[in-house]
């Protein structure tokens, strides 16, 4: 205020750095933040055709082809229809694409790894997902707001823990004749442990009950008023043992089995021959 000179702030200095650097890499300018209609409407030349950040201590910084702008934003409310077309943003609710066309494509592309076991893990994953995502937006509470889109994403990646050795380019792996029983038990393993396992320590016990009547068979869209057109109850035979909360337990693929989690870790016992520290 005092000198009337301006200092440039963490944008000006990012961008600076990118065009002067001599790399053929790409360089990548994200804004994962909110959109400030003032702030934004003031980035409309850098946005543009003339792709030039035009500070306001008079100096113009160029950009080069191997640099790209992108924003990743909640929402579009305050950005106007002009900043939109400038950088070629699609805008996808999650409501809208929800989270079926995340499963399909999953499955689409395990179908070339399993053959017919990828049809089974499709149905059961459909199944289980709608009913569970359809009880959590119902009657589960998040700590933090989730969306079912990403809890959706959260199963296929536990999922996908179970079968990612047996993906391999280089070698062939053998496919043991029992992987339609582990996957069967590897998607209900991941459901509880993405989707339920989000929830708060009030709501984590009612979908424990939820899902332990699916176990059952039990029609949860009627007991439960789910509201899922086109339910029909799928029939799930699966043995977990003794248990108090399925979230005591842990699938063992290998042995094709539920142990508590406990009992996955080996008994500590403190040496006779050490120091007390």
Same mark, same amino acid.
């Given at each position: ?5 301006? $200092? ?145 994403? $959260? ?12 993906? $391999? ?109």
């Amino acid at each position: 205020m005092d000198s009337g000179e301006w $200092s440039d702030g963490v944008l000006a200095i990012k961008i600076r750095d990118c065009a002067e650097s001599q790399t053929p890499d790409r360089k990548w300018i994200i804004f994962d933040g909110p959109v400030d209609a003032v702030w934004v409407e003031n980035m409309n030349t850098v946005l543009d055709d003339n792709k030039k950040l035009c500070l306001n201590s008079g100096q113009i910084i160029k950009l080069k082809p191997t640099m790209t702008i992108m924003f990743e934003v909640e929402d579009l409310s305050v950005a106007s229809p002009a900043t939109v077309s400038r950088c070629g943003m699609v805008l996808l609710e999650p409501q809208q694409l929800g989270h079926t066309p995340l499963i399909t494509s999953y499955c689409n592309d395990l179908e070339k790894l399993l053959g017919k076991t990828a049809e089974v893990v499709r149905g059961l994953m459909h199944y289980l997902s709608d009913a569970c995502l359809a009880f959590t937006n119902m009657a589960g509470r998040f700590p933090v707001p989730t969306d079912p889109n990403f809890l959706a994403n $959260s199963m296929l990646n536990m999922f996908e823990c179970y079968v990612k050795d047996w993906r $391999s380019d280089e070698v062939a792996v053998k496919i043991p004749k029992e992987a339609e029983e582990m996957c069967t038990h590897a998607v209900i393993f991941a459901h509880i442990w993405s989707i339920g396992v989000a929830l708060d320590e009030t709501t984590r016990p009612k979908f424990d009950a939820f899902f332990q009547d699916i176990l059952l068979n039990e029609d949860v869209n009627a007991k439960y008023k789910l509201d899922l057109p086109h339910f029909e109850v799928r029939k799930i035979s699966v043995k977990l043992g003794e248990f108090k909360s399925l979230f005591d337990l842990y699938f063992d693929r290998d042995k094709l089995t539920w142990i508590n989690w406990l009992k996955t870790i080996p008994p500590f016992v403190v040496p006779r021959d050490v120091s007390y520290a």
